[in-house]
Structures are given as C-alpha cells and as structure tokens.
C-alpha cells in the first residue's frame, strides 16, 4: 500500500528556517515526480513546488520562489522541504503527494497525499 507520512513541522518566528520531510513506502519512489502542496487556515490548497523523479528539475510557486527548497533522496525514499526566510503567510498544513500520468503521458493529478504536517509562524 502506498504511504506518504510528513514530519518536521511546528512553530517557528518569522524569518526563521524549517525543513520537513516526506517518508514514501509501497512504491517506487524514484519513478515519480512529487510535489508540496499547502493548505493555510480557512483557505484553499496552493501548489507550492514540484521535482522531477530525478530530483534535477525543479519548480515554484511565486509566493516561495527563493526562500523555499524542494529536494528527495531516492536512496532514501524521503522528499523534502526547506524553508527559510519565513513569512507569516506561510502558515499552513504542508502535505506531500505523488504525481501520476496516463499512458500518453499526460498529467492525470496527484492520487496519493499524506496527512501533512503543521508549519505554524508565531512572533
């Protein structure tokens, strides 16, 4: 069975730094791409940045682009998120979530997500 578990949130002042994590099982990981995607308080999800299956082509939203690093350890089954310079604005539950494709190669969606993790920025 597939599994993505987050960890690593919690309660951090603004222009500080965290990196969480994203623990995969019951696939192969290194075969897809992935993704954060976040969910702030009473708001919608937002796309934040997605990596290839390789880990050398990156992607970002605006709102983090240059404070915000996506990066996996295919070795490691682990996806991961690091942020620095953060805002206020970037309160929210983080999930992680596996990025699938039709036989034609068109992007279908994300059809497995975790439970997220908690980022909370607090002064």
Known sequence: QVH????GGGSVQPGGSLRISCAASGFSFSTYPMSWVRQ???KGLEWVANINNGGRSTYYADSVKGRFTISRDNN???LYLEMNS???EDTAVYFCA???FDRNL???GMDYWGKGTLVTLSS
Do not use: F, Y
């Not at 993505?4 to 960890?7: D, K, N, Q, R, T």
């Open 4 to 7: 993505l578990v987050e960890s």
């Open 40 to 42: 702030a308080p009473g």
């Open 76 to 78: 490691k089954n682990t």
């Open 86 to 88: 953060l805002k206020p």
């Open 98 to 100: 596996r990025n699938v």
């Open 106 to 108: 068109a992007w279908r």
